[in-house]
């Protein structure tokens, strides 16, 4: 499995619909959008889990498009530092 950062999303942006963007292009194993612990209210960022080798694929396909009326930032997720 693969995973990808979505980064400047609109804040009132869902999982669904966020799902459903990816999926013109790949099947979507889930999509996680990061949430402040203490208001809910997103952060603006998500990650989205979808098959191996076809990361470049989507980032070509995604980063920069238009979502919300704000420019998506899409990249290869990083592994988180201990």
């Known amino acids: ?22 999926r013109t292009e790949s099947q979507v194993d889930s999509v996680q959008i990061v949430r402040n612990p203490g208001t809910g209210r997103s952060k603006g960022f998500a990650f989205v889990d979808l098959n191996e080798g076809i990361v470049a694929k989507m980032v070509a396909a995604f980063n920069g498009q238009e979502l919300g009326g704000r420019k998506l930032t899409v990249s ?6 201990l």
């Open 76 to 81: 290869e997720a990083r592994s988180k530092r």
């Open 1 to 22: 499995m693969a995973r990808l950062f979505v980064g400047n999303l609109p804040f009132t942006t869902t999982e669904e619909e966020l799902a459903q963007f990816f």
